[in-house]
């Protein structure tokens, strides 16, 4: 199995900053691609931002310009530089990744989510 163990979740003031950190762990694993997904009250599940291994990025457009993406020189950590926040990225976010243990297969793994509250 591979674990997603995410960090820095908290409040912050409208159009304040956080920077979200998820690292993978597991026994010989391969990680290709990377994303955050978010859940908002009676919502469902949704993409917030997506990176390959090779470092190439795509956003939702609702926070394009706002958030980044980003990977660590290992691989398997990422981060999410979330900028100018609102209060409608008011969620609890997860972090996804696609890993092989086998090295052939891929399999989705998620973390167990934390929670970004924007509010004055």
């Known amino acids: 199995q591979v674990q997603l163990v995410e960090s820095g979740g908290g409040l912050v003031q409208p159009g304040g900053s956080l920077t ?3 690292a993978a762990s ?3 694993f391969s990680i290709s691609d990377m994303a955050w997904y978010r859940q908002r009250p009676k919502n469902g599940r949704e993409l917030v931002a997506s990176i390959t291994r090779a470092g190439i990025s ?3 457009s ?3 310009g ?3 993406i980003s990977r660590g020189n290992a ?3 990422v981060y999410l530089q979330m900028n100018t926040l609102k209060p409608e990225d008011t969620a609890t ?3 996804f990744a696609q890993a092989t243990q086998d090295m ?3 399999n989705p793994y998620w973390g167990q989510g934390t929670q970004v509250t924007v509010s004055s």
């Open 20 to 22: 979200l950190s998820c």
């Open 26 to 28: 597991g026994r010989q």
């Open 58 to 60: 795509d956003y939702a």
């Open 62 to 64: 609702s926070v394009e």
């Open 66 to 68: 706002r958030f980044t």
């Open 75 to 77: 691989k398997n950590t």
């Open 93 to 95: 976010y997860y972090c």
């Open 104 to 106: 052939r297969k891929y």
